[in-house]
T-cell receptor, first 116, second 113 residues
Framework: GAGVSQSPRYKVAKRGQDVALRCDPI?????LFWYQQALGQGPEFLTY????????KSGLPSDRFFAERPEGSVSTLKIQRTQQEDSAVYLC??????????????FGPGTRLTVL | DAKTTQPTSMDCAEGRAANLPCNHS???????VYWYRQIHSQGPQYIIH???NNETNEMASLIITEDRKSSTLILPHATLRDTAVYYC??????????????FGKGTKLSVIP
């Protein structure tokens, strides 16, 4: 069956450009997560949605980062005025149910963002 | 403030058991031990989790010490496809931080032919 998909897989942006990264979670999954993975590091939590509600955005590194999930399915992570330190792999994950603590998170392949 | 400590890298011969250790000496009573792995250029993949009893599934076994301060992930017959970074994660079962996964740097397991 279809897993979590992300697009684009690779994105090159010039410093100062805005970018939008898309995540298509597994159909019917209530919870959606975004993580950022710098080179050689483990993924770091950015934000969490339950349906369309963004319940936690404590991991977003600055106000240039914005995430939305308006209809409770597809999500978009937007980065405004990209900086070189934003270069990383952005991972999306989804899980079923509302009680996320017992549900495994299924990850997409990630979008590799390179800011020149 | 890492909650887990893992070796940076390990090698394992193909067909042999791979034993990956993890220290989590400050684990709390309501915190589970989770293991995920990340194959190159892919997203992390769930392997197994446990609270205090040993657990086994089709992928691996998880052995948690009685004092819960450490655990070992066992891949019984490692194959080349098991080459990946393995992450040991401590996660509460409810409340603050229960939904997010806090990854460390993990252990890079190389399965050698």
């Amino acid at each position: 069956g279809a897993g979590v998909s992300q697009s684009p897989r690779y994105k090159v942006a010039k410093r100062g450009q805005d970018v939008a990264l898309r995540c298509d979670p597994i159909s019917g999954h209530v919870s959606l997560f975004w993580y950022q993975q710098a080179l050689g590091q483990g993924p770091e939590f950015l934000t969490y949605f339950q349906n369309e509600a963004q319940l936690d955005k404590s991991g977003l590194p600055s106000d240039r980062f914005f995430a939305e999930r308006p209809e409770g399915s597809v999500s978009t992570l937007k980065i405004q005025r990209t900086q070189q330190e934003d270069s990383a792999v952005y991972l999306c994950a989804s899980s079923s149910g509302h009680s996320v603590s017992y549900n495994e998170q299924f990850f997409g392949p990630g979008t590799r963002l390179t800011v020149l | 403030d890492a909650k887990t400590t893992q070796p940076t890298s390990m090698d394992c011969a193909e067909g042999r058991a791979a034993n990956l250790p993890c220290n989590h000496s400050t684990i709390s009573g309501n915190e589970y031990v989770y293991w995920y792995r990340q194959i190159h250029s892919q997203g992390p993949q769930y392997i197994i989790h446990g609270l205090k009893n040993n657990e086994t599934n089709e992928m691996a076994s998880l052995i948690i010490t009685e004092d819960r301060k450490s655990s070992t992930l066992i891949l019984p017959h490692a194959t080349l496809r098991d080459t990946a970074v393995y992450y040991c994660i401590v996660r509460p079962n409810s409340g603050a931080g229960s939904y997010q996964l806090t990854f460390g740097k993990g252990t890079k397991l190389s399965v050698i032919p």
